[in-house]
């Protein structure tokens, strides 16, 4: 098997170069907040609760700890010529609202037509988690998530789609419970060829989207 490993690309966003708190300090901002909410951090109820919150917090914003292109460097060759849409359809979506850090839950479509080379599927939902598990909105998700397997693999097009509810929306603020938001990008074929866009949104059930660019 013929394995290539494409020069890295620049990397995605950094997060901040300031020194990172200690698990202890997170924890002290956590007491904090349950003081500044009203109640008592020492009661048994919430005496652990700061530890568990910060452990919670390295689960939820592991993808600052992933490199998007690393999960793409390995890709195969023998593909046989294989040069159709490789489509990963209904990926579960967790992220968090950099805005109030609550919760965007969803699914996303990911699709792309190769250009001689391909990787393996679980890479397209890793590469969505990486992105996903940091603080998000979600029309810049969807373009990570595109941009950076465009610009590893060179693909001949890349598609993605994401529909999420924003609990910043549904149960805070304007509390609309049932509204879901939708984005989409496309590059390269699905962009400039309107059989090849048809043909993807068809795939995904999502002919509404079928006008867009």
């Known amino acids: 098997m013929n394995i290539r490993t494409p020069p890295r690309p620049l990397a995605a966003d950094q997060a901040s170069a300031e020194p990172r708190p200690t698990r202890e300090e997170a924890e002290a901002a ?38 998007p292109v690393e999960l793409l460097a390995r890709s195969f060759e023998e593909t046989d010529g294989y040069d159709e849409m490789v489509l990963l359809r209904d990926i579960r979506l967790e992220s968090h609202c950099e805005h109030h850090m609550v919760p965007i839950i969803g699914r996303a479509h990911i699709a792309y037509i190769p250009d001689g080379r391909v990787v393996g599927i ?25 941009n950076c397997i465009n610009d590893v693999l060179k693909p001949k097009g890349v598609a993605v789609v994401i529909e999420a509810a924003h609990q910043c929306m549904t149960t805070r603020g304007i509390h609309k419970p049932g509204v879901s938001m939708v ?3 496309m590059l390269g074929a699905f962009r400039d060829d309107p059989t090849t866009r048809r043909e993807f949104l068809a795939m995904i059930g999502s002919p509404r989207l079928g006008a867009e660019g």
């Open 30 to 67: 956590v007491r904090t907040l349950l003081r500044w909410t009203g109640d008592d951090p020492d009661r048994e109820g919430l005496v652990d609760t700061p530890a568990r919150v910060v452990r919670a917090y390295e689960e939820f914003f592991a993808g600052y700890e992933t490199d």
């Open 122 to 146: 679980s890479k397209l939902a890793r590469v969505l988690e990486a992105y996903a598990k940091r603080l998000q909105i979600q029309e810049k998700l969807t373009a990570q998530v595109a």
């Open 183 to 185: 984005t989409s990008r």
